[in-house]
């Protein structure tokens, strides 16, 4: 009887184990632990044999039973394993075939240049003022101390619109939109596009931008200048970048000066893009002349100011060393998909 | 301005390298374009093998025709042979010399003994060009006979020149001029200024100035000051070599004695110099007056010129002698026999003669100083130094009793210079001394006084510096920027960063660009046949373009009312290189005015707009598949995009416009009222066309400001829902004129509250099983109640209302 037992329980180990496929295990559990299979009839016989040999058989058979079952399960998580093996074996692919189609867009290099530079003055706690680009002769010239007859604002160099109406020439008219509409403290800057009468070339564009920079308050001193613009220059162009003024001439500003930054490429040891001087010019900047803070009434012993200007297209020329203006405007995607960031 | 270091060094001594110096002048305002030197190199001696000789005797060449075989002196033990080909001397000319060894201008390798068609020549006799002393190339230089034999060329000028370029910034006048620039070096470096050049010459002449010219003024207002001087027994000819060299350095053509001088001084002081041949002036008056329509002159370059009613002439008794301020005429010329002279020394008016000069395309340099400002205190001062180099270089006799019409001359200002008030704006201690030993230096005649400096403008800066701020430039440019400690502002009591609308645009433009869109920066400035060529209706109010009034081309005529046609011409650029997936998007303003009319009470409304295109499958194509072909949904999906990510609801409404598919196209209303802000479509086949462009083509166009406007003001929080929802979808049969977006509004409309969702998931078309001009919807409804489970039971009776709503508002009927 026991060795019977014993014999039962190794054949079914044997079929178990010779089972490799889900569905033959399957089979397998049927013909060992299934209604008709002989353990499950002797176990049903239980009830039949004397009471005194019920407790000692019955234990046995169901130890039997459960060493079964838990050999199944075994050969259950084994083949479930291979099986999972095969199929990832069989999803083998070359991973380094395309992606899906994603679509992938970007921001035009002009914007990414006018947002870095807009974020390092909003970091100063700047704000920015915008204002119209068909602006009046008066904000452009006349409220920024640009005499008649100056020759900016002749037919050569000014697209008109009507009279006492142009396109503006430079950012800077915001300035006298902002001094009238703003009491100081003011600390603005004027990111926007501008014209001139200029034929496109490498270098010229009918179109362009600036960001205008404007501050005035309390104390504002030309050192104030020179710090705020070696601060950007440094966060633009990087921590080791000097900064140095020229004195220069601007009817808007005096004292006037012209603003250079060491040369990023060379670091001063001169190349062709700072003409071999070490020092690129990237803007114009000065103290706000009194006579544009006394038009908007401003009493200038009490308020000093300072004010910049700046291209972009060319702090982005700086940047990315791009030959020709006009690339800019020619939208093609072999050139904008060259500054994806 | 081109100014030789020689010549400056006759104003103000200074040993600093001049690289250092430019250096200085470039950081106080005087930008130093190049610095070029011309001439033999000064190198191990060179100069000293430049010597005068004298020319003792010449031959032709034995074998060559066109050679000179010459013995020249040049005070050794016996004359030197040289072979020359020059043609222009004789025995007994002071010649220039360079001896074997000397490097020559431009030279690599030094002159040697050489032999020249068999005969030995020992030494090199030269001419202005080769020495780069000016472009004067016929023939050597003679000098006149005073020079000494054998002495070093360098004793009598400058074998190399060094010639500092400028740029000169247009408000300080009085830098064009070789004394200006000294007196700025003067200050920069603190270091004397010689006196202004031109000692008046004793007046010898036999008759007075008036018995050959009489000058008047007929036009105050354009000319301030009229002076002449006359000369007699003036010996035309070349003007002495050191005069020629500097001239000619300072990028003039070296001409003859008497016009090299009128240069020569004009370089020298600021002040332009015009000299007259004194037979060639009829009536022998000079008078500046307007020029009458239809005079006409011929100028000095041989140009014949008619003239305008404004254009300011020095005329004689017959007429127009000149062009007053911009160029002489050619009736008074000085020439070969000119023995009299009359030199005009005057001051004009500085727009007039720009308006001249612009209209006659003329910008000499005497009317690029006038322009600028000439000082008018100064017409004396050069007239007597042209005195001074006529008498000694000219042999000239002065005429007693010179002219000089001039109005009053401005009162030169006094400017207080509060040192405290500089030292405010600068943001650096500059101290009392430090400015009047500045403002000293630069002509200021500075005076002490409580709290700072009063000070009296210059004659010569009378145009610059006239009020306190222009010296705190002064002071502090010269004192150096370089001193300037760098501080920031420290503020606190406003805040800062983007407004709202400026952050929406930000986001707006993330939104694009993620969605797979390029951004594009086309121009805002159109030409007038847009509107045709993108198909505008003949009533499109988009018609009516602001126009520019002077425009460079027809090209740049007009400020464009739409961003799509820009867009399109970049598709047909980027299909033109090979691209099939052309998505771009820009942000920029248009100019909206009524009829395009724009003056200065009312301009141009200017709002924030955005264009979309999209050709060809978004994103291209990969081996996993296409991306979807462009068609009107991809501006939706853009549309969506955008909108959703703003938290702004969108309507559309079917529409027609011209340019658009007349099946395929859309206004675009914005938020709860609706507001119509844009329009979206396919473009319409005949205007792809035009631009070349195949295929489909989604266009959107979106006013930003009416986006911004229909933004909340505030997202505030709602509490989310644990209740699961219950999904249930229908399938309705509609006339197919009926839009889906009606639909899903009823159906919500009439599941409300407990409905919460609905969406189109299906359209399904197919005349057999549903009839003709029918479409079947199938929508996915979703229903939910924030406080409790649903049943299944109680959504189908929703359900149920939804699909009743529906027959009766479209006669829809329920399929399967
Ligand atoms: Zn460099």
Redesign the interface.
Not at chain 2, 546 to 552: E, G, M, Q, T
């Given at each position: 009887m026991a060795d019977d037992l014993e014999q039962l329980l190794r054949d079914a180990r044997e079929r178990i184990q010779g089972a490799s496929l889900r569905a033959a295990l399957e089979e397998a559990r049927v013909a060992i632990l299934g209604r008709n299979a002989e353990l499950t009839q002797r176990l049903r016989g239980i009830a039949q044999l004397p009471a005194d040999q019920r407790g000692a058989i019955g234990k046995r058979l169901n130890e039997v039973r459960l060493q079964i079952e838990a050999a199944i399960a075994e050969r259950e998580q084994q083949v479930a394993a291979r099986e999972l093996a095969e199929q990832l074996e069989r999803d083998r692919i070359d991973v380094t075939l395309p992606g899906a189609v994603v679509p992938r867009g970007g921001l035009h290099v002009l914007t990414q240049t006018r947002r870095q530079i807009e974020d390092i003055f909003i970091g100063l706690g700047y704000q920015i003022a915008e204002g119209p680009e068909i602006e009046l002769e008066y904000n452009n010239f006349t409220a920024l101390n640009i005499p008649d007859g100056h020759p900016a604002k002749g037919e050569t160099d000014t697209l008109w619109i009507a009279p006492g109406v142009c396109l503006r020439t430079h950012t800077s008219p915001v300035q006298a939109r902002t001094l009238r509409a703003q009491e100081p403290p003011i600390y603005v800057i004027v990111p926007g596009r501008v014209y001139r009468r200029d034929t496109p070339d490498a270098t010229h564009s009918p179109i362009f931008h600036q960001v205008e920079g404007l501050v005035v308050d309390r104390g504002i001193t030309l050192a104030d200048l020179k710090g705020t613009l070696a601060y950007f220059a440094r966060s633009l162009f990087g921590a080791d970048r000097e900064t140095r003024f020229r004195t220069s001439f601007f009817p808007f500003t005096e004292p006037s000066v012209e603003v250079d930054v060491s040369c990023f490429l060379c670091a001063g040891d001169g190349c062709g893009v700072c003409k071999q001087s070490g020092w690129i010019e990237i803007l114009g900047a000065g103290q706000v002349d009194p006579n544009v803070l006394a038009m908007v009434g401003l009493d200038t012993d009490e308020w000093q100011g300072f004010a910049f200007g700046m291209g972009i297209e060319r702090i982005a020329f700086l940047k990315h060393g791009f030959p020709d203006l006009r690339l800019l405007y020619d939208n093609d995607l072999r050139f904008l998909e060259q500054f994806p960031a | 301005m081109k100014v030789p270091v020689s010549w400056l060094r006759d104003y103000v001594a200074f040993d600093l390298p001049l690289a250092a110096l430019a250096e200085k002048l470039?950081?106080?305002?005087l930008?130093v374009d190049r610095i070029v030197t011309r001439g033999a190199p000064d190198v191990d001696g060179n100069h000293g093998t430049f010597r005068i000789g004298r020319v003792v005797e010449w031959a032709r060449h034995p074998n060559a025709d066109r050679l000179r075989l010459c013995r020249v002196d040049v005070g050794e033990a016996e004359p030197r042979q040289i072979v020359c080909g020059a043609a222009n001397f004789d025995t007994g000319d002071t010649v220039v010399v360079a001896l074997p060894g000397a490097l020559l201008p431009g030279a690599t390798e030094p002159l040697r003994q050489a032999k020249l068609r068999g005969e030995v020549s020992d030494g090199m006799m030269l001419s202005e060009r080769e020495l780069q002393l000016s472009e004067e190339h016929d023939g050597i230089i003679r000098l006149p006979d005073a020079y000494e034999i054998g002495s070093e060329a360098r004793d009598h000028f400058a074998l190399a020149e060094t010639v500092l370029e400028f740029e000169v910034?247009?408000?300080?006048s009085d830098l064009m001029c070789v004394y200006g620039i000294a007196r700025e070096v003067s200050a920069l470096l603190d270091v004397e200024l010689a006196p202004p050049p031109g000692a008046l010459p004793e007046a010898l002449g036999r008759r007075p100035t008036s018995a050959l010219v009489t000058v008047s003024v007929d036009a105050p207002d354009r000319c301030s000051r009229f002076t002449a001087r006359a000369f007699d027994d003036v010996r035309s000819g070349g003007s002495p070599l050191r005069l020629r060299q500097r001239v000619a350095a300072a990028g003039m053509r070296p001409i003859s004695n008497v016009v090299d001088i009128t240069n020569y001084v004009m370089l020298g002081l600021g002040s332009p110099v015009h000299a007259y041949d004194a037979a060639k002036i009829p009536g022998r008056v000079l008078t500046a007056r307007l020029a009458r329509d239809g005079e006409e002159l011929t100028t000095l370059d041989g140009r014949h010129r008619v003239l305008t009613t404004d254009m300011l002439v020095i005329a004689d008794g017959d007429g127009p002698n000149g062009l007053a301020g911009v160029m002489g005429g050619e009736g008074a010329e000085i020439g070969a026999g000119t023995e009299s002279v009359v030199i005009e020394v005057a001051c004009f008016e500085?727009?007039g003669i720009?308006r001249t000069a612009a209209a006659l395309g003329l910008r000499t340099d005497s009317a690029n100083r006038f322009i600028r400002g000439v000082d008018p205190h100064l017409p004396p001062q050069a007239s007597a130094w042209v005195a001074e180099l006529l008498v000694a270089h000219a042999g000239a006799a002065m005429l007693p009793k010179p002219q000089d019409v001039v109005a009053a001359l401005p009162a030169r200002e006094r400017v207080v210079l509060r040192t405290g008030?500089a030292e405010?704006?600068?943001?650096?201690p500059i101290g009392d001394d430090a400015a009047v030993r500045i403002l000293d230096r630069l002509g200021y005649e500075p005076a002490r006084v409580d709290g700072g400096v009063e000070t009296t403008v210059p004659t010569w800066r009378q145009l610059d510096t006239t009020?306190e701020?222009?010296l705190?430039?002064e002071v502090?440019?010269i004192h150096g920027?370089?001193a300037?400690?760098?501080?920031?502002?420290a503020?606190h009591?406003?805040?800062?960063?983007?407004?709202r609308a400026?952050r929406l645009r930000?986001t707006a433009?993330?939104v694009?660009?993620?969605?797979?869109?390029?951004?594009?920066?086309?121009?805002?400035?159109v030409d007038g046949d847009q509107p045709d060529r993108y198909g505008l209706a003949s009533d499109d109010p988009r018609r009516a373009m602001?126009?520019?009034?002077?425009?460079?081309s027809a090209d740049?005529a007009f400020?464009r009312r739409t961003l799509v046609p820009g867009?399109l011409q970049?598709v047909r650029?980027?299909r033109a290189?090979g691209?099939a997936d052309?998505?771009?998007?820009e942000i920029?303003?248009l100019?909206h005015a009524s009829e395009g009319?724009?003056?200065?009470d009312n301009?141009?409304h200017?709002p924030w707009t955005l264009g979309a295109v999209i050709a060809g499958?978004?994103?291209?194509?990969?081996?996993?598949?296409?991306?979807r072909e462009s068609d009107v949904f991809s501006a939706r999906g853009v549309l969506d995009a955008l909108c959703g990510r703003l938290g702004v609801a969108v309507r559309l409404e079917p529409t027609q416009l011209a340019h658009l598919h007349p099946g395929r196209a859309a206004r675009i209303l914005l938020g709860s009222d609706a507001v119509p802000a844009g329009e979206l479509g396919e473009l319409h086949p005949d205007v792809a066309a035009r631009f070349d462009i195949e295929g489909r083509v989604a266009v959107l166009e979106l006013d930003l400001d009416l986006l911004a406007a229909a933004v909340p003001d505030r997202f505030t929080h709602r509490d989310i829902s644990d209740q699961p929802p219950v999904r249930q979808d229908i399938a309705v049969v509609v006339a197919n004129d009926v839009r889906a977006g009606d639909v899903i509004a009823a159906a919500l409309e009439a599941g409300a509250p407990l409905l919460v969702n609905a969406e189109v998931f299906d359209v399904y078309r197919d005349e057999r099983r549903l009839g003709p001009g029918r479409v079947s919807l199938a929508l996915r409804l979703v229903f939910q109640d924030p406080e409790r489970t649903l049943v299944e039971d109680e959504a189908s009776a929703v359900r149920a209302v939804v699909v009743q709503a529906l027959e009766r508002r479209f006669a829809a009927e329920l399929r399967g």
């Open positions: - | 470039v950081l106080s305002g930008e910034t247009s408000n300080r500085r727009a720009g008030f405010r704006i600068l943001g650096m009020r701020i222009d705190v430039e502090g440019r920027l370089d300037l400690p760098a501080t920031i502002p503020r009591d406003r805040g800062g960063g983007l407004d400026q930000r433009e993330d694009l660009a993620g969605a797979g869109l390029h951004e594009a920066y086309t121009l805002s400035i602001v126009a520019v009034d002077n425009p460079l740049y400020m867009l970049a650029r980027n290189s691209r052309v998505a771009l998007f920029a303003h100019y009319r724009v003056t200065a301009l141009a200017e499958p978004l994103g291209g194509t990969s081996w996993v598949g296409e991306g």
